[in-house]
């Protein structure tokens, strides 16, 4: 039993470590949500709202755009279908990786935090992941995403233009600092990018295209570049994620 | 927006999210044999952060040019791996510097 309790402890401690970099990751991405959501007509209140419900970041972003611009709930739907859709396949991988602590009440629990960063990193211990490990590493990055958000909504608005300007940037950067190093590493990887970046450029600049509205832009690219990839490119074994 | 409008969009997206992480997480246990279906998947996070990051990113500051800046920057620490934190402050840094000498000019 003493046993059990410090491995408990241990493994606690072990995912709030791990989670404080993650944290501090999300505070300048969530605070940039939390300009745009209130630039976008929302309140402060909805911003956070919109982040304690779903810890995306990518999904977010999108969905307010949706809100911002009116659009439909098929359109709102479909859209975090797609761009959440590698969700299913973390959990689904996150699935193989748990040990005996993991009961259906965690599993649920747990499923509303599978974000890229706490996937990757519980996954790629070279352990199986327990539900204590997962309560510390997900309290503390998700402390910080909401607090970023409440950040950004509150104070956005009073932060000098340049600042606040200067930080619309950082979720961008924190894709590049996902996708690059992918890219670099493996050349499908790379292709399948390049097919996405030319796709959705086309729709910004190309005449008539343009029109389409940013949610079906990103669910039409990032399907029509993976089908081709998955066609062209299969992926063989356990590589890739 | 009135409150109603935003709750039910709220649901929707929240709703739609949440249930692709927990299928697969507390239902579907077993393994995806199908490569085609394999390979799609993993190649989805990296088609929609490509598609989402260009050329949004150029416009995602006050001006071209501080977009353009921060853009190559981020480009450049992503490339050589840095993380994801690191990355980030590196492009606003970026364009911040940018922004301060244009309004110095």
Known sequence: MENEASDKKKDI????????????????????FGIMAVSAGLTPWQAILISVANVTSAGQFAGVEIMAACGG????????????????????SLAQKVDDTFKKPTRMAVSFCVTDEIFAVSVSRNKTVSKYYMLGIISVSYIG??????????????????????????????????????????????????????????????????????????????????????????????EGN | ???????????????????????????????????????????????????????????STADLISGIAGTVVGVFFAYKRKSLLTVAVAACLAVLLVSVIELAL
């Open chain 1, 73 to 92: 709930l098929v359109e709102m739907a479909l859209t975090q279908l797609v761009i959440n859709i590698r969700y299913a396949l973390m959990s689904l």
């Open chain 1, 145 to 238: 995403w909401i607090a970023g958000t409440a950040f950004g909504a509150l104070l956005g608005g009073i932060l000098p233009a340049v600042i606040s300007d200067a930080l619309g940037i950082a979720i961008y950067g924190m894709f590049l600092a996902i996708i690059l190093p992918a890219a670099r590493d493996d050349s499908r990887f790379l292709k399948v990018i390049i097919i996405a970046v030319v796709l959705s450029c086309m729709f910004r600049w190309v005449p008539v295209l343009n029109k389409v509205s940013s949610g079906f832009v990103i669910i039409i690219c990032a399907v029509a570049a993976s089908a081709v990839g998955a066609w062209l490119y299969p992926i063989d074994e356990e």
């Open chain 1, 13 to 32: 401690k072990r995912g709030v470590q791990d989670g404080i970099p993650i944290a501090l990751g999300y505070l300048s991405v969530s605070f940039a």
């Open chain 2, 1 to 59: 927006m009135n409150t109603q409008t935003f709750f039910i969009y709220l649901i929707v997206m929240a709703g739609v999210t949440y249930l692709i992480r927990a299928i697969p997480l507390t239902v579907f246990t077993g393994k995806i044999e199908n490569r085609f279906i394999k390979s799609f998947l993993a190649y989805v996070p990296y088609a929609v952060l490509g598609a989402m990051t260009f050329p949004a990113i150029i416009y």
